[in-house]
């Protein structure tokens, strides 16, 4: 049974339920005053945790551990539960607190022999609170939102903790379920390939681990069948009349309370996409006018008929030139002989030509199309682009055509992720966007210092005319370093890159090994590799989001993990991710970063600059003009990606133009 008033005393900030069956947070509709206002809050700068408020937390915990510790399991689980019932009645929870968190660390010490750090107590606190932790990589988030996850279920409320993807949600959960079984709580875990029943039945245990995108498109097919989105009234008549309450019938059967590991990159990177659910259907466009308007796009020239603005990811066609017009396909239906009709077909054509690129946004498996995401790097398996432009790609590609597919449903995060009753997330690069994360999801940004400082060392970033110079230069520099007995770890931006950056390490008979989307079921194997002495990994954003390289004794004498960035990222939070694999937990490591001028989003965003830094022949000054370039350069990235999430997430209710991701319906 949930207990709404535990969420409540907790929150900092009040929830208004929603009418419907499911059990969720109401869409305000605020005046334009009152969002001025409120907006105003997420000027305010995140809030530093210091060390000495840390300290004092930890200090009202201690004085339970030694009285817990004569305790049986059975004697610790009813002084657990008991606090949790003191949480709700008392007006003052600060000594129940103490108590459930003092309960939580026995558990975990008994469990898995180790005893939570302070920070790691302060960051699921602020977790409880409704609020975003930022700590730094390797300070163990997993455990913390563990912790979290375990005080939230006791309290009879749906606990949810989503990930990037399914692979590091049933990792966490198996790691983690020893914990909630030692509390009596149950716990599973969702993904991609799993039938509906099953996953209705594990979103009904206490603490269910999902990604973000399997919870959204789990939500719109309830919402497609009826169910939990009729008014409570409706609904409770008719359990009267049927015997089965509305929880029956739902996926996803209440949104209580959500924990968002890596929530930078759920919230703002992923943000940019709307989850789209649809059917298969013969749709509007025919194979033969897809096949018709690939062959009409590639005679198109850039430039001459046609403009392509990378940087904003679109193009620019106002007609096609009579001598290079070829003549529609027969007995094609009337409305492409429209001319705006034809424009648009011919726009997804060149848009599928010029600005999706396979090895970077896609793959070819199967002799399928399997969409890439960018910010991970991982395959979005079931997953299909809109209005025609995945057929179009499956064309230019020469594989067989997919059917079209009818949007039944679509929904943003901004718009999902507002219905929880009690908001929180983790991430290690919050800071940069604290304003949006408070004016789209009213989440405050906390800053909590490492446990033990970080030892890392940041190299100069070194520069160079082209990526030929540059991957020879990453391969022999990552050879020094793995013969130094250090573990190297080359980021790359697309798997094109990396297969790169594989051939030269190969031509210089290097050994190493490779991790993309290409290797995805062997992704743990090679990550528990990754950290051995003299080992080279070429890897994707797959290893630099939720991944810990564990370092042997002999890797951390040596100087632990070095880190090689081969291309900047449209964020500077996406970098310190990858930076953030060395040095952790106070480990010695380091980092640097090798660039070319004609890495893609500086050829899109600062043509200009290059030029100025091909010219510039002293090192520290090229280094130095190089900062400045970047920051810029990232900066003009960020701005354009912010006004495109802020336009979605005010459209969100209308269907509109923009391209989205279609999940299928098991």
């Known amino acids: 049974m949930s207990n709404l008033r535990v969420v409540q005393s907790l929150s900092l900030r009040p929830f208004h339920l929603s009418n419907v069956a499911r059990v969720e947070q109401k869409d305000q509709e605020l005046h334009k005053l009152e969002i001025f206002f409120a907006n105003l809050l997420g000027w305010i700068p995140a809030k530093k945790i210091s060390r000495t408020h840390i300290q004092k937390f930890a200090q009202a915990i201690s004085p339970h551990r030694e009285a817990l510790k004569q305790l049986d399991q059975e004697q610790l689980i009813q002084k657990f539960q008991q ?27 008994r469990v ?77 875990a969702i993904y991609g390939e799993m039938e509906i029943p099953e996953r209705k039945e594990n979103y009904h245990k206490q603490i269910c681990y999902v990604s973000a995108n399997e919870i959204v498109f789990d939500y719109l097919k309830d919402h497609i069948s009826g169910k939990g989105t009729q008014p409570r009234q409706i609904e409770n008549l ?47 466009i025919e194979a033969a006018i897809i096949h018709w308007a690939i062959e009409q796009a590639q005679q198109l020239v850039a430039d001459a008929d046609f403009s392509i603005l990378e940087a904003e990811h679109h193009v620019d066609i106002e007609k096609i030139p009579v001598n290079k017009e070829i003549p529609l396909p027969q007995n094609v239906r009337p409305i492409w002989y429209n001319h705006a009709w034809k424009m648009l077909l011919i726009k997804q054509a060149l848009t599928a030509l010029h600005l999706y ?90 800053q909590i210092p490492p446990n033990i400082p970080s030892k890392r060392k940041q190299f100069k970033h070194h520069y160079f005319k082209n990526n030929q110079q540059k991957y020879i230069a990453i391969a022999q520099h990552a050879k020094t370093m793995a013969d130094a007995n250090r573990s190297v770890l080359v980021g790359t931006r697309s798997i094109e890159a990396s297969e790169a950056i594989s051939e030269a390490l190969t031509q210089l008979n290097i050994e190493h090994i490779v991790l993309n989307a290409r ?27 939720g991944t810990d390289i564990k370092l042997r004794p002999e890797t951390k ?13 449209e964020s500077a939070r996406i970098d310190r991710q990858l930076y953030g694999r060395a040095g952790r937990q106070g480990d010695q490591g380091s980092c640097v970063a090798y660039v070319s001028g004609q890495d893609q989003l500086m050829q899109q965003n600062i043509q200009g600059l290059i030029y100025l830094l091909n010219l510039i022949p002293i090192y520290v000054l090229r280094h130095y003009f190089l900062s400045l370039a970047v920051k810029h350069m990232q900066k003009k990235c960020q701005k354009r990606a912010y006004r495109n999430r802020i336009s979605m997430f005010k459209q969100d209710k209308k269907l509109n133009s923009q391209i989205g991701f279609a999940g299928k319906i098991y």
């Open 83 to 109: 606090a949790i019932h003191d949480l709700s009645t008392q007006p003052s929870h600060d000594t129940a607190i103490a108590v459930i968190f003092a309960c939580v660390g026995e558990g975990i010490s």
């Open 112 to 188: 898995f022999n180790i005893y939570p750090h302070p920070v790691q107590f302060m960051g699921a606190y602020i977790l409880l609170t409704g609020r975003l932790a930022e700590m730094p990589t390797g300070e163990g988030k997993t455990l913390v939102a563990g912790v979290a996850a375990t005080i939230m279920a006791a309290t009879g409320n749906f606990v949810h903790v989503l990930t990037t993807n399914a692979y590091l949600a049933q990792r966490d959960e198996e790691e983690l379920r020893s914990l909630f079984q030692f509390f009596q709580l149950s716990s599973a």
């Open 238 to 284: 008719r359990a009267l009349a049927t015997g089965q309450t509305s929880d029956d019938g739902m996926i996803v059967p209440a949104l209580h309370f959500c924990i968002v590991d890596e929530a930078d990159s759920v919230f703002i990177d992923e943000a940019q996409t709307p989850m789209v659910i649809s059917q298969e259907a013969e749709g509007l």
């Open 357 to 446: 690129h396979k090895d970077q946004h896609y793959i070819i498996q199967d002799n399928k199309i399997q969409i890439v995401d960018e910010s991970t790097g991982r395959i979005m398996a079931d997953r299909s682009w809109e209005q025609g432009l995945h057929q179009l790609i499956e064309a230019k590609e020469k594989v067989e055509l997919t059917k079209g597919r009818d949007t039944l449903a679509r929904m943003t995060f901004q718009r999902f992720f507002r219905r929880y009753l009690l908001l929180s997330g983790l991430t290690g690069t919050g800071l940069e966007v604290s304003k949006e994360l408070w004016m789209i999801y009213r989440l405050k940004v906390c």
């Open 519 to 545: 290797q995805d079921a062997q992704e743990a194997a090679i990550i528990a590799e990754a950290g051995h002495s003299g080992k080279i990994t070429v890897a994707t954003n797959m290893a630099g989001r």
């Open 557 to 569: 004498q040596a100087g632990g993990l070095h880190v090689i960035l081969t291309e900047f990222h």
